[in-house]
């Protein structure tokens, strides 16, 4: 009879993940999903996170660190001007040695004592540079500083029904070659009666923009080949319909392309009203464009009504 005993698997841990709002507005919580660890993910942890977990993550890092080399220094000692099992003086002479600083009163005697400085001053300059090189990547990434509306409206245009919303340029920076995408996101059901989420286009009436500089009025018209053809205010509630708009361009300041990305919901989606006009001329003839405005919906005439 064989003692081999059957080879180990190694099953990797599955974790519940926190819940998260996804690109078209639902609330969604993963589950039995492939862990990755902490440390393996550790850089686009300190990338997401937010600043003040950041700077704490920093900081907790650097005391932590000067405080194991102490426990170092005051287990091997040969450290001048360092009283023997003193904690704050092992912890200075630590700060100063990962800030090469070195003001010459605490001096390494012992080989020991060299030993550790050269590690902890070989980790603090490497130390010192990721943290540089990610401060340098958070702080330099570009935002679109795109601003949508808050709702977007179905009402006739032109005669005919359009969906459409409103976006605007928070900085006085124009953004060149402007481009708009639009996906709408619905819970159909097939033939075999199963759920099934489906994205469709949405096509604008103009998706691109040379210059984009003040404000811009995004339409779809809902006709025969629009996937909001035929659809109801009560269609959108039992479709979880969502409609997600991502925009991108090129930022004349930070000489970059930008994007930025909003979900419209159903419960966002607005019938019947139309957007207020945000252009107005001044007493001295200059054209003024009010923001106060931007969100702003007021109704429309009855015969104009898309419902009816």
């Known amino acids: ?15 519940r993940r926190k819940p998260q709002q996804t690109s078209f507005g639902a609330t969604i919580q993963g589950k039995n999903a492939t862990e990755i660890s902490f440390l393996s993910d550790l850089y686009y942890w300190l ?14 890092a650097y005391l932590g660190m000067n405080g194991v080399f102490a426990l170092g220094y005051m287990m091997v000692g ?14 200075f002479f630590s700060v100063q040695t990962m800030a090469t600083i070195g003001y010459g009163r605490m001096v390494p005697i012992s080989n020991m004592a060299n030993i550790l400085v050269t590690a902890e001053a070989g980790l ?27 709702s977007a409206v179905i009402t006739m245009f032109d005669g005919k029904p359009t969906f459409m919303f409103r976006i605007a340029n928070k900085r006085e920076s124009r953004i060149n070659e402007a481009q ?15 759920d099934y989420r489906r994205l469709f286009d949405l096509k604008p009436v103009r998706s691109f ?22 659809v109801t205010p009560l269609d959108m509630e039992d479709t979880l319909l969502a409609v997600s708009v991502v925009f991108s361009g090129n930022h004349e300041g930070f000489q970059q392309r930008v994007h930025a990305r909003f979900t419209y919901t159903q419960a966002m989606i607005v019938w019947d009203r139309r957007f207020a006009d945000l252009f107005v001329r001044g007493d001295d003839g200059n054209v003024i464009i009010d923001y106060a405005k931007f969100d702003e919906l007021l109704p429309v005439d009855t015969k104009d009504q898309v419902l009816g």
């Open 1 to 15: 009879m064989s003692d081999r005993r059957p080879p180990r698997v190694h099953v990797r841990r599955q974790r």
């Open 47 to 60: 990338l997401t996170t937010s600043r003040s977990c950041f700077a704490g993550a920093i900081l907790g």
């Open 78 to 91: 040969g450290i001048e001007n360092v009283r023997p099992w003193n904690f704050p003086d092992a912890f």
């Open 124 to 150: 603090g300059l490497f130390g010192m540079a990721v943290a540089a090189s990610l401060l340098f990547a958070r702080f330099t990434r570009a935002t679109a500083g795109v601003r949508f509306s808050k």
């Open 180 to 194: 708009v995408y639009m996906v709408v996101a619905q819970q159909r059901h097939t033939a075999e009666g199963y």
């Open 209 to 230: 923009s040379p210059v984009f500089e003040l404000s811009w009025t995004v339409m779809h018209v809902i006709d025969e080949e629009s996937p909001f053809y035929g």
